[in-house]
C-alpha cells in the first residue's frame, strides 16, 4: 500500500486556478469514488474540502472542485486567494477496508 | 458542536507502548467510524486504523502487527494503543471521525498531539 502521489508543490497568482492532481492505482483511486481532499494550513489540523470525489462538505466554498479521470483524482481551486496557501492531502479508500493518504502538494499564492 | 480531544503522554520511551484516548465531547460515538491518523513532523499524514461503535475495526497493513484501537461508549472515548515505539512513531497524532459508507472520508478532527519517541 504505496502513498497517492501527489506535486510536491503548485503555485499560483490571487484569482487564477489550479489543479492538484493525486495519482493512484487501479485497486485505490481508480476502482472507488471515494476520493478526499484535505486543506491543513501549518500547526492545525487538516480540514475536508471534498469527499466522495466530488462533493463539498457545507461551509466550503465553490471555487474548490473534484474530479477524477482513471488513476488520477484532482483538485481544483478558481479564484485563488491568499487564504488558500496550504498544504493539501487527498486521501483514497484502498480496499480491504483500508486508507491511503496522498504525498501532499504545498499551494503558494504568489 | 461536536468536538474531538486528544490525550495522553508526550514522551514515550523506546520499545515501550504509546496509548492516546480521543475524547467525543457527545454521545455521537455510537453512530459513526472512528479513527486514528498521525503525521510525522514535516512530512504527510498516514492513517492509522479506525473503529465502528460495534467494536469492529480495521488497520493499517503496514501497523497492524503493532496496533490495537479500542471503545468505550459510555465514556464518549476511543482510544489507541501502538506497541514496541520507535522514533519512527514520533508524530502529530490526530483522532478523526469518518463518515459516508465505511466511513472513508474524514469531516471532524482533533486538534492533535504530539507524541515524541525518545529515551
Known amino acids: 500500500q504505496s502513498a497517492l502521489t501527489q506535486p510536491a508543490s503548485v503555485s499560483g497568482s490571487p484569482g487564477q486556478s489550479i489543479t492538484i492532481s493525486c495519482t493512484g492505482t487501479s485497486s485505490d483511486v481508480g476502482s472507488y469514488d471515494l476520493v478526499s481532499w484535505y486543506q491543513q494550513h501549518p500547526g492545525k489540523a487538516p480540514k475536508l474540502m471534498i469527499y466522495?470525489?466530488?462533493k463539498r462538505p457545507s461551509g466550503i466554498s465553490s471555487r474548490f472542485s473534484g474530479s477524477k479521470s482513471g488513476n488520477t483524482a484532482s483538485l481544483t481551486i478558481s479564484g485563488l486567494q491568499a487564504e488558500d496557501e496550504a498544504e493539501y492531502y487527498c486521501?483514497?479508500?484502498?480496499?480491504?477496508?483500508?486508507?491511503?493518504f496522498g504525498t501532499g502538494t504545498k499551494v503558494t499564492v504568489l | 458542536q461536536v468536538q474531538l480531544q486528544e490525550s495522553g503522554p508526550g514522551l514515550v520511551k523506546p520499545s515501550e507502548t504509546l496509548s492516546l484516548t480521543c475524547i467525543v465531547s457527545?454521545?455521537?460515538?455510537?453512530?459513526?467510524?472512528w479513527s486514528w491518523i498521525r503525521q510525522p513532523p514535516g512530512k504527510g499524514l498516514e492513517w492509522i486504523g479506525y473503529i465502528l461503535y460495534s467494536g469492529t475495526t480495521n488497520y493499517n497493513p503496514s501497523l497492524k502487527s503493532r496496533v490495537t484501537i479500542s471503545i468505550d461508549t459510555s465514556k464518549n472515548q476511543f482510544s489507541l494503543t501502538l506497541s514496541s515505539a520507535t522514533a519512527a512513531d514520533t508524530a502529530v497524532y490526530y483522532c478523526?471521525?469518518?463518515?459516508?459508507?465505511?466511513?472513508?472520508?474524514?469531516?471532524?478532527w482533533g486538534r492533535g498531539t504530539l507524541v515524541t519517541v525518545s529515551s
Open positions: 457527545d454521545d455521537s460515538i455510537s453512530s459513526y467510524y
Open positions: 486521501c483514497s479508500y484502498a480496499g480491504s477496508s483500508t486508507s491511503v
Open positions: 466522495e470525489g466530488t
Open positions: 478523526a471521525r469518518g463518515q459516508g459508507w465505511g466511513g472513508w472520508y474524514f469531516e471532524l
